[in-house]
């Protein structure tokens, strides 16, 4: 049981160029998160799936689109990469009975 | 509509003295509530949850939180504070009900001095 996975851990860019960050999850939860964490920010939501087939906006969507791939996949693309978008990113699950919420190890992602 | 409040971005204790890191929520509905550790370089991971049984919860290495209504916290203690216990802490409030997405304070840093 490998919880929630992500790939890449580290990802360089130069500004304008594009990616893709996966994640995974085999726990069989219907939602799924992305969050974005920087210093002194704590943890902001950038979109997330409350289940498969749909996706929804969060408090800072803007520079990114997601796709639910499947019950188990959720990716985070990023169109024209910015220096602003410089951070880590995290995905989570969650269980539908008590809100607990499970994490990813993270992709840190420097844009230059 | 619900937040979370936490009091100081880092808290600076002696080994063996008692850790207290403060979280006040605001929540429209009967919260469930949560404190996440993660330690360097990595995630996030579930130290204990409240959801409305216990008042009084036990999570993982001896760390506790008390639900108190009447305050709006959820205040996070452990009696004896080890070096292994520095890293950041994040509360987190959520709706009882499995359509809430939870909402995270800006975390504190735990600082364990020898």
């Known amino acids: 049981n490998a919880g929630v996975t992500q790939t890449p851990k580290f990802q360089v860019l130069k500004t304008g160029q594009s990616m893709t960050l996966q994640c995974a999850q085999d726990?069989?939860?219907?939602?799924m998160y992305w969050y974005r964490q920087d210093p002194g920010m704590g943890l902001r939501l950038i979109y997330y799936?409350?289940?498969?087939?749909?996706?929804d906006k969060g408090e800072v969507p803007n520079g990114y689109n997601v796709s639910r791939l499947n019950k188990r996949e959720f990716s985070l693309r990023l169109e024209s990469a910015a220096p602003s978008q410089t951070s880590v990113y995290f995905c989570a699950s969650k269980t539908s009975s008590y809100n607990e919420q499970f994490f990813g190890p993270g992709t840190r992602l420097t844009v230059l | 509509a619900q937040s979370v409040t936490q009091l100081g971005s880092h808290v600076s204790v002696s080994e063996g003295a008692l850790v207290l890191l403060r979280c006040n929520y605001s929540?429209?509905?009967?919260?469930?509530l949560f404190w996440y550790v993660q330690y360097p370089n990595q995630g996030l991971q579930l130290l204990l949850k409240?959801?409305?049984?216990?008042?009084l919860v036990k999570g993982i290495n001896g760390f506790e939180a008390e639900f108190k209504k009447s305050e709006t916290s959820f205040h996070l203690t452990k009696p004896s504070a080890h070096m292994s216990d520095a890293a950041e802490y994040f509360c987190a409030v959520s709706g009882a009900g499995g359509s809430y997405i939870p909402t995270f304070g800006r975390g504190t840093s735990l600082i364990v001095h020898p």
């Open positions: 929540s429209s509905v009967p919260p469930y």
């Open positions: 409240y959801t409305s049984a216990a008042t």
């Open positions: 799936s409350a289940s498969e087939g749909t996706t």
């Open positions: 726990m069989n939860h219907n939602s």
